[in-house]
C-alpha cells in the first residue's frame, strides 16, 4: 500500500501532509488472505462424465467444499439458499445442477431473476460457457436467452412463442410480461422446473418488499398452472440469509454457508481529503480521476464507484484528459452508467474481462454481481448508503486469490463519509446487516392486489394461502369481500413501480441537460421554485418545476437558501411498547407526518445578511410506521434536563440507527416534539413500513450505545456536523450541547437496564404489567 499511496501523491491525488504540513486524513489496513476449503475429490468424481470433462476444459479441477455441498442439496429437489462470499463461485453451484436438470428432462424450461440487466447478461455467458463445454463433451445443446427492456418485440414474440430451455430476467420483467402476457407464456411456466433468484441482498426496503409480493403473485399463478418449481437464492452479503429466503418467497430453504470467509488479500487506504468547500466538487473530482490514473500507472486496473452518473461522465472525462500527461493511454479509459444502450454495455463489460479497459468509471450498475475479470483496485467516490454495498462494491476486486486487491475510499464532505473516513475500523469490523423488508405491509399490498386478483381470475382461493402467505391472503380476502371483479379486464402493468421508492422521481436540467434526479421528498425540502439547491458541489437556482423535471438555472456561488420548514406528527397510533422507570415509554406503531414549507430566506454567505424573504404554503403528509421514545416527567430524570435536550437525544437517534438497524441511511427520518409529553421520533420514509422502527423498539439502547460511541470519539466539543449536527438544519433549529445530550443518553441507559414495568397490550390497548 505504501507504493501505491507514494504514486498518488505524484499524481496529486493525495495530500497526506507527508511533507511536514496539513492535508488529507488516511487510515490504511491489511486483510489478510483467507484460502478457500476444498471438497474431497470424490465429491467431483459423483457428477457426470460429461460435466467432469466441461469442467476440465474450464480450468475447474477441483470444487469449494461449499461448491458440494451446494450442488449435492440443489439435485436433491430441495430448495436452497447458498450464502459465500464474493468471487466464491457461487454462479456454478447452480449452474451445475440446472445442466443436469435440463439434460435429464430436455422440455422443462429455468428462469434466473436478477435484480440488475448487467448480471443477467453477465450471468447468460457463464451458463453459455459451461453449456458449450457439456454440448462439445455429450452433444447435447441447451438454449438460453436475456428477456429484458432491451430486447426487440420480433425476438419477444419469438421467445415467447418458441422459449428456450433457459431465460434471464429481472423483477420488472417478471411482473410485466410473465404475469402481464401470462397466456403467451403458458408453454414455458407450464414446464419450469427451476426458479434462480441471485443477489437476494439487492431485494430490500421498498425494492424487496415489491418483489416479495411479486413472487408470491407469480408463485401463485404457478400453483394455477400445476407447477411447483424448486428455488435456489443465493446472495453475498446478508447476515440473515435463511430469514430473508422466506420472507422472500415464503419458502422454507436449506441454507447452504461457506465454512471460511475466504478472500484475497486486500489493503484499504480510507482518506479524508482536506479540500475548501466552496471548491469541493471540482478540487475532488479531480483527486478521483488522478486516482485512477496512479492505479493505471501501478499496473492495477481499476473500477471507480462514482456518487452520481453525472460525476461518473465528468471524472472519466477529466482523467481522459490527464492521461496523456502521465503517458497512459486514454482510449484504456470509459464510463458506465445505466442509460446507456445495451450494446454499448456489454462492449465496456467484455474489455474490462479482456483487459482492453484498465480505468472505468462507473455508479451502482457495476455493484453486484457481475464477473468483470481480475480487477485489482476499488475507488469508492464517497460512501455507498449501506454497508453492505460498501463490501459488494470491493468484492469486484480481487477475485483471484493469490493477488492482492486495493481499496480507496474518499471521503464526501458529509457526516456519513467522514465518520467511516475515521473509524476504518468500525467499517472492517461490522457484522453482515440483516436485511428487513415489509412483507405486511398494506401500503404495498394494496398496490399488488389488481394484478392479484386478475392473474387468479378473479378470485384470491383459499387454495393459494400457502403460496400467498397469511399476510398477504388475508388481506387480499378481506379487501375483496363483497366485491365482483369483471373477469377480463386487465390492470395497467406499466403502473406499478417496483423500485426507486415510493415516490415520484423528477429529472434536474440544466440547460436542457439532464444532469441528475431527485425524488418528490427531496423536492420539497431542497429543490423548492426559488432554492439554491446544491448538486455534488455545484449551486444552482431552481427556477421552475413541470411535470416530472425540475429546471435549474445558474446560481452565484455566495448565495444560498433557508428554507422554512417545521414537522407535525398526529395521532400516534401504538401498536407495541414497553414503560420503564421514571416514566420513559418506548414505543412502536403508526404515524401521520405532516411537513409543511413556509418560505424561504435567501442569504449572503460573505455578510450572512438576508437579501430577501419569500412566502410560501406547501404541505405533505404520509402514513409511515415509526418508533418514538416519550419522556413524560423529564425532572424524575435528575441533572436538570429541560425539553430542548431532546433535541441532542433525536440527534443521537439519527446517527446511531443506520449502525445498529437493517436499514440504508435514507430509510429513516427523526423529529422532536417538546411538550405533550416531549418525545423524539424514529420514523420510516417508506409508506405502510419495512420493519426497520419495529427492529428500533428492540434495538433502541444499542442504537444510543453506539451513537454515544460516534459522539465520543469527534474531537469536537460542543457537536458538530460529523457528530450532533443534522446535514440540514431545519430553520429555527437550537444547536444541541453535545455535553446535555451524551448525560440524557447515559440516563435513558441507565433505566433501560431494569425490566420495564409495563407492556402495551395491542388487544384491549392498554398498559399491562410487563411480568
Known sequence: MEQLLARLRRFDALRDGSDGGRGDIVLTRKLPCKPPDFAPESSLGRLPVAIRRALSSLGIRALYAHQAQAIESILSGEDVVLEAPTASGKTLCFNIPLVLGLLESPHSHALMVHPMKALSNDQRRQFEELAGAVEAASARRLESWVFDGDLDPEHRRLLKAHPPAVLFTNPEMLHQSFLGWQEQWTTFLSHLRLVILDEIHEYRGYFGTNVALLLRRFFAKLSQLGVRPQIVLATATCGNAEEHAYRLTGRRCKVVRAATTMRPERHFAFIDPDIPDFRFYEIYLLRIARAALACVSEGLSTLVFCPSRRFAEEAAVRAKRDAVEYGIDAGRIAPYRSGYEAALRREIEEGLRTGRFQAVFCTNALEIGVDIGRLDACILAGFPDSVLSAWQRIGRVGRSWEKKAYVLFYALNNPFDKFFASNIDAFLNKPLDEILIGIDNEELM???????????????????????????????????????????????????????????????????????????????????????????GRPYKVAAHGAAEVLLEEADPHLRTEGVFWTVIHGPEILSGRRYAESIAACYGKLTVFENFGGFKLIDTHSGQVVREERGQLARSSSVRGFWLELANLSALGGDFEARDLVGLEQLLRIGAPFVVPCDRHDLSTHTTLRDPPTVYLYESVPGGIGVAERALELWPRIIETAIRIAEKCPCKRGCPSCLMPPRPPSGFEEPKKDRAMALARRLLSIAEKAALEKFDPGSHAWVPAS
Request: charge should be positive.
Open 446 to 536: 394494496s398496490r399488488h392486489l389488481p394484478y392479484l386478483v386478475h392473474e387468479c381470475g378473479g378470485e384470491v382461493t383459499r387454495e393459494l394461502e400457502q403460496t400467498l402467505g397469511s399476510c398477504f391472503y388475508n388481506f387480499s380476502r378481506k379487501a375483496m369481500a363483497g366485491k365482483k371483479p369483471v373477469r377480463g379486464v386487465k390492470p395497467n402493468y406499466q403502473q406499478l413501480k417496483i423500485r426507486g421508492g415510493s415516490g415520484m422521481m423528477y429529472r434536474l436540467l440544466y440547460k436542457g441537460k439532464e444532469i441528475g434526479e431527485i425524488s418528490d421528498i427531496h423536492l420539497f425540502r431542497e429543490a423548492y421554485v426559488g432554492a439554491i439547491y446544491n448538486h455534488f
